[in-house]
T-cell receptor, first 115, second 114 residues
Framework: AQSVTQLDSQVPVFEEAPVELRCNYS??????LFWYVQYPNQGLQLLLKYLSGSTLVKSINGFEAEFNKSQTSFHLRKPSVHISDTAEYFCAVSDRDTGGFKTIFGAGTRLFVKA | DADVTQTPRNRITKTGKRIMLECSQT?????MYWYRQDPGLGLRLIYY???????NKGEISDGYSVSRQAQAKFSLSLESAIPNQTALYFC?????????????FGPGTRLTVL
């Protein structure tokens, strides 16, 4: 059975500092990995995804994540955060089940960027 | 206009009451989902539907039922609400035939059961 572990429930960081949000997964089959972001009082929206090919994927707003199969990880990084990056970030994994694909979400990491 | 809408946005109800949460989408997606979000637990899947005639239970379906009235509409019902169903509920859609596509989420319904 698949599962997702986000190792930090909260990450406070100062503006312009680098940040890493950690995500580990477990699955017995090929996986597809996602990071979603939830801004206050909004639904989730896709930040980036890994389906195949290059293990380093990037978002339009400077985030990147690297799929590491041997460590079963998909950590999210940004070299310099902004106040506007304050949000909750969810790692998610999909693999095949008997009826098709479904997505399992981690518990979330709340990123708080301080001035 | 939003692609995925949920009504109501907020609801306070009492134990034992029946309540329905509604979701509509204009994205033309076949797949729709209902999740609940609880602090520290992330999102947990309640039900999902791959098309109008295909409805499946998720990991926490007990106490809930759903209806897929049309491709664009997917409703979640609590037949007899209880306090531990107090949560933020999200509807989502996706297009992918193999579920690899991203999910598009509604704004959520905050439900409080007293």
């Amino acid at each position: 059975a698949q599962s997702v572990t986000q190792l930090d429930s909260q990450v406070p960081v100062f503006e312009e500092a680098p940040v890493e949000l950690r995500c580990n997964y477990s699955s017995s089959v090929s996986v597809y990995l996602f990071w979603y972001v939830q801004y206050p009082n909004q639904g989730l929206q896709l930040l980036l995804k890994y389906l195949s090919g290059s293990t380093l994927v990037k978002s339009i707003n400077g985030f990147e994540a690297e799929f590491n199969k041997s460590q079963t990880s998909f950590h999210l990084r940004k070299p310099s955060v902004h106040i506007s990056d304050t949000a909750e970030y969810f790692c998610a994994v999909s693999d095949r089940d008997t009826g098709g694909f479904k997505t399992i979400f981690g518990a979330g990491t709340r990123l708080f960027v301080k001035a | 206009d939003a692609d995925v809408t949920q009504t109501p946005r907020n609801r306070i109800t009492k134990t034992g009451k029946r309540i329905m949460l509604e979701c509509s989408q204009t994205k033309g997606h076949d797949r729709m989902y209902w999740y609940r979000q609880d602090p520290g637990l992330g999102l947990r899947l309640i039900y999902y539907s791959f098309d109008v005639k295909d409805i499946n239970k998720g990991e926490i379906s007990d106490g809930y039922s759903v209806s897929r009235q049309a491709q664009a509409k997917f409703s979640l019902s609590l037949e007899s609400a209880i306090p531990n169903q107090t949560a933020l509920y999200f509807c989502a859609t996706s297009a992918g035939a193999r579920g690899l596509d991203e999910q598009f989420f509604g704004p959520g319904t905050r439900l409080t059961v007293l």
